[in-house]
């Protein structure tokens, strides 16, 4: 499988109907990428998301006990 990008850590809001609703908007040229920042930025009750993409970030991670 070939990777979509270089980056070892990629951090980003998780979909949810509200995002998906303006990436429409956005792929549909509705609302220009500016725009679509901005109603991210503003969004309530999104949450972030982090993805370790290679092997090099997850030697990065360590257990924290008692969770």
Known sequence: RVPSH???????PIVNDSV???IRR?????????KFLEELKYM???T???LF???K???Y??????L
């Open 6 to 12: 270089s980056y070892d850590i990629v951090i980003g």
């Open 48 to 50: 972030m998301q982090y």
């Open 53 to 55: 993409g290679t092997e």
């Open 57 to 59: 970030s997850i030697r």
């Open 20 to 22: 998906g609703f303006q």
């Open 26 to 34: 956005l792929t549909s040229g509705l609302i220009d990428m500016d």
């Open 44 to 46: 309530k009750g999104v």
């Open 61 to 66: 991670l360590t257990k924290v006990s008692g």
